[in-house]
């Protein structure tokens, strides 16, 4: 537990490291509260959006709704976690001597679509929508990457962002203990 409330006691450090465990015990844990919150929502009536999922099984989406829409709890989880969730992911990246800059690699390509397509769907242009489709799948593709980034072991010893959180001095010999 101590794992996953770490990045709630650095809540807005963005210096330094975070090992692979804190990070996806943060994963895991406000995926977990997030789940809860949400059923929370859904029990009370808290969810924004459509009220009921009748106009979804009309059009063959049948309980969609239940994932169309936050909640009043989720919206205060969210916004009440996006700082940590970012400061743990820049120091996720410190770790494997990447810049935090590297979370805009899926964001840049995202923006980019969807303002093409919002402009392609005013003038009714097929091929910029087609252009904006390209681009999301950059995007996509650019999440993997930093997915990849998330997973790869951190640097053995001090890096350019800090000491090793593991404490190793990058000593070979310490890597494979």
Same mark, same amino acid.
């Given at each position: &537990?101590? #794992?996953?409330?770490?990045?709630?006691?650095?809540?807005?450090?963005?210096?330094?490291?975070?090992?692979? &465990?804190?990070? *996806?015990? *943060?994963?895991?844990?406000?995926?977990? %509260?997030?789940? %809860?919150?949400? $059923? %929370?929502?859904?029990?009370?009536? $808290?969810?924004? @959006?459509?009220?009921?999922?009748?106009?979804?099984?009309?059009?063959?989406?049948? @309980?969609?709704?239940?994932?169309s829409s936050i909640g009043i709890l989720g919206g205060l #989880?969210? $916004?009440?976690?996006?700082?940590?969730n970012i400061a743990v992911a820049v120091r996720r990246?410190?770790?494997?001597?990447?810049?935090? *800059? #590297?979370?805009?690699?899926?964001?840049?390509?995202?923006?980019? @679509?969807l303002f093409i397509m919002l402009g392609a769907a005013a003038g009714q242009n097929l091929g910029l929508v087609a252009i904006g489709g390209i681009f999301t799948l950059i995007g996509l593709v650019c999440a993997i990457v930093l997915l990849v980034f998330y997973c790869l072991p951190g640097t053995p010893g001090p890096n350019r962002f800090g000491p090793d959180p593991m404490g190793s001095t990058g000593d070979l010999a310490q890597t494979f203990r």
């Open positions: &537990m101590e #794992w996953m409330l770490l990045p709630l006691k650095r809540y807005a450090d963005f210096q330094g490291r975070s090992r692979r &465990m804190e990070f *996806w015990m *943060w994963v895991l844990f406000t995926l977990i %509260v997030g789940i %809860v919150l949400g $059923l %929370v929502d859904g029990l009370l009536g $808290l969810r924004f @959006g459509p009220s009921s999922s009748t106009y979804y099984a009309s059009s063959g989406a049948a @309980g969609f709704s239940t994932f #989880w969210s $916004l009440a976690t996006l700082v940590p990246l410190h770790d494997t001597n990447r810049t935090g *800059w #590297w979370l805009l690699l899926p964001v840049i390509p995202y923006v980019i @679509g």
